[in-house]
């Protein structure tokens, strides 16, 4: 459990730069579809390129060997888990700052319990209530932002991060239960490459690019500037390849849904992190009394559900 947490954790740490960048590019106008797509677009490259420095083309092989043979759940996971996880948290990041848009996004916590449950999965009733502490704290973060700035505006940014908030853990967990082959209604992949988070990194990122299309031609956005294209890579490269493949690391580590939930857990961190960008970064204020108190409950639930598991 001990070394789950604390991958998690150093995963979290690369995650806020996302929170970070794409607020810094969201005020600098740069057009939200671009700072999601070409995130996955400069992904796609980098998996590559190092699979092949790295002496390692047979797992890119396999890869796209299982991406063929399991074309629509790659597709489905990719889309929801990659796709329309961070197509939704770029978009909120044009009506709120990366610390609150971070700290709303804690409710994935509370969100993963429930998308076990859906898989059926058994979840401690311990669990489910500690993730109230969070859900409090991020109310308390966006009520906050609301004495700053419009309900409208809050709301913008706050929806969308709640729905991403299923998303994400509903798109792993596809994964995860292809892995253990237990489901019926999902495909078993038993294969070796399936072990290696970065093949699985590869095959979500492969499964989002038609998502990224149709969004990309709806929307028309107008060409990225090469401060933004840069920007993105960043995030590829912090986020998008050593972050997310550390958090698959940390949860597909995981031997139990106690495990499960734990590595989800430490995403909380980000808020501490991402407001600590920010205030580096883009000169942004500390937040206020309610700010405080709604970090430091997201804090405790962490904290309070560690303990809680390290009993069981």
């Known amino acids: 459990m001990f070394r789950i947490i604390i991958i998690g954790v150093v995963a979290s740490l690369f995650f806020s730069s996302t929170f970070v960048l794409n607020r810094a590019m969201s005020l600098e106008g740069g057009h939200w579809v671009w700072s999601a797509s070409l995130r996955y677009f400069w992904m796609l490259a980098i998996l ?61 916590i509370l969100a993963t319990p429930f998308v076990l449950l859906a898989f059926g999965r058994k979840v401690p009733l311990r669990a489910l209530l500690l993730t109230l502490l969070i859900f409090i704290g991020v109310i308390l973060v966006n009520a906050e932002q609301a004495s700053d700035t419009s309900l409208a505006d809050v709301l913008m940014g706050a929806l969308p991060v709640l729905v991403a908030a299923f998303a994400f853990p509903f798109g792993n967990q596809l994964v995860w239960e292809a892995r253990q082959g237990e489901n019926r209604f999902i495909p078993s992949i038993d294969h070796p490459a399936m072990d290696d988070s970065v093949c699985r990194v590869l095959l979500l990122t492969l499964g989002s690019l038609p998502l990224w299309a149709i969004l990309i031609l709806v929307t028309a956005p107008p060409p990225p500037s090469s401060g933004q294209i840069m920007q993105t890579a960043i995030v590829a490269v912090c986020s998008g390849v050593i972050a997310t493949t550390l958090f698959l690391k940390a949860r597909h580590t995981a ?11 430490t995403q909380s961190m980000e808020v501490v992190f991402s407001l600590g960008g920010e205030a580096i970064l883009l000169g942004h204020v500390m937040p206020g009394a309610l700010g405080w108190s709604g970090i430091a409950l997201t804090m405790l639930g962490l904290i309070l559900y560690i303990r809680m598991q390290n009993r069981v």
């Open 48 to 108: 590559g390129v190092w699979l092949i420095a790295t002496g390692r083309s047979r797992l890119a092989l396999d890869s796209l060997h299982l991406f063929r043979k399991h074309f629509l759940f790659w597709i489905l996971a990719g889309s929801v888990g990659f796709g329309v996880f961070y197509a939704l948290i770029t978009f909120s990041a044009a009506y709120a700052p990366g610390w609150v848009v971070a700290a709303t996004w804690q409710t994935t």
């Open 255 to 265: 031997k139990s849904t106690a495990e499960l939930a734990a590595a989800d857990c």
